[in-house]
Every structure is written in C-alpha cells, then in structure tokens.
C-alpha cells in the first residue's frame, strides 16, 4: 500500500464547475497535510494546509480532513481553465529531524471551455 | 522575500560526469530540504538540514550523492559518477522552525546523456 495514494486522472471539469480531489494516507501518525498544485514542467506551489479536521477554506479552495478515515481533499469551486494542473497531497509526520513530506502521484485536472 | 532559488535551472551532463546543483532557501528560514521528482511521480524525499546539520538522509541517496549545508544558509547537492537513472527534476525546499510549511524553489532539471 502506497504511503499516499491519490487517483492519476485526468479529472475532467467544465468551466465554472467544482472539482473534487481526494487522497488517502495509510500513518495514522501524520499530523499535518498539504496540497501543491503542479504546472507542467514547474516546480510545488503551495495551496492549502490542514491539520485539524474539518473543513479549511481558502478563497475558491477549500480543504477537507477525516483523520479517522484517513482521508484528505480539495474542492476548487468555479473552476477556471487556469485552475488545469496536477494537484499534489502531501502528508507530514515529524520525524524527531524534521517534518519530511510524503507525497501521492497527484491528480490531473483539465478544465474545460 | 525573493523566494527559494536554484541554479542551474537546467543542466545536461553525459553519465559518469560529477555535477552540483545550489540552493538558496528563503533567507530567514532555517530548515531545507532535498526532493527528486521523476515524470508522473510526485517529489521523494532526499535528505534535510536544520541548520548547517544534515539530520535525516533518505535510502534513495546512494553514496554517490553528497549534500552540504556549510554554514546553514546556501546548500548544495553533487552528484558523482552520474547515471542515466538519475534524470529527473531536483527539487529544493525551505521552511522555518516551528512553521511546517516547505516552499518549493523553480528545480533542476537533470538530464543524463
């Protein structure tokens, strides 16, 4: 079982559509939770963080956490074409060195015209 | 706050060369990290400095990689004897003690001939 799985897509939204991105996570001792977003040939930007459960919202993005489920997700509401990326989890669990991230394969998201 | 900086952005080498790779983190953080990304994988996890100490190395550095962190600011990572194996996107990473959040510098991209 893969540390962090997330579905490879592409997950296909029409413009102005929410999109809906989930991760799962097996280290019942992680402790805070990312997502990146991803454009072809760059490098992580930042989104989101969540290290409680419930719901974290942020402008058009809202975070999701179920630790008893061990599961993560992202909403992105009134997608916009700009919004097309791949969208990296990443989990953290403190080492006793530091706070290495685990990250899943991520999710292609197309939006569409 | 410029942001983490890499250099080279790009470089091409041919197998059994030694390259170096430099980051500089965001200048009032004092954690760093090293990731590799690979074509439809997320970042891996390298190795991390607090400070000047490197306090965690991930099995996936071989003896042939070395990194420094010499006075707990810039970073570098060399690779010896270079493999086609080891083409991929060299991501670094900074945070601030206390704060979990990495940010991500623009990568390297390395290309074994």
């Known amino acids: 079982q893969k540390e962090v799985e997330q579905n490879s897509g592409p997950l296909s939204v029409p413009e102005g559509a929410i999109a809906s991105l989930n991760c799962t996570y097996s280290?019942?001792?992680?402790?805070?939770f990312f997502w990146y977003r991803q454009y072809s040939g760059k490098s992580p930007e930042l989104i989101m963080s969540?290290?409680?459960?419930g719901d974290k919202e942020d402008g058009r993005f809202t975070a999701q956490l179920n630790k008893a489920s061990q599961y993560v997700s992202l909403l992105i509401r009134d997608s916009q074409p700009s919004d097309s990326a791949t969208y990296l989890c990443?989990?953290?669990?403190?080492?006793?060195?530091?706070?290495?991230?685990?990250f899943g394969t991520g999710t292609q998201l197309k939006v569409e015209l | 706050d410029t942001g983490v900086s890499q250099n080279p952005r790009h470089k091409i080498t041919k197998r059994g060369q030694n390259v170096t790779f430099r980051c500089d983190p965001i200048?009032?953080?004092?954690?760093l990290y090293w990731y590799r990304q690979t074509l439809g994988q997320g970042p891996e996890f390298l190795t991390y400095?607090?400070?000047?100490?490197?306090?965690?190395k991930s099995r996936l550095l071989s003896d042939r990689f070395s990194a420094e962190r010499p006075k707990g600011s810039f970073s570098t990572l060399e690779i010896q004897r270079t493999e086609q194996g080891d083409s991929a996107m060299y991501l670094c990473?900074?945070?601030?003690?206390?704060?979990?959040?990495?940010?991500f510098g623009p990568g390297t991209r390395l290309l074994v001939l």
């Open positions: 990473a900074s945070s601030w003690g206390g704060q979990e959040t990495q940010y």
């Open positions: 280290d019942r001792g992680s402790q805070s």
């Open positions: 969540i290290y409680s459960n």
């Open positions: 990443a989990v953290n669990k403190f080492t006793g060195g530091g706070n290495k991230l685990t």
């Open positions: 200048s009032e953080h004092n954690r």
């Open positions: 400095f607090q400070n000047e100490a490197q306090l965690e």
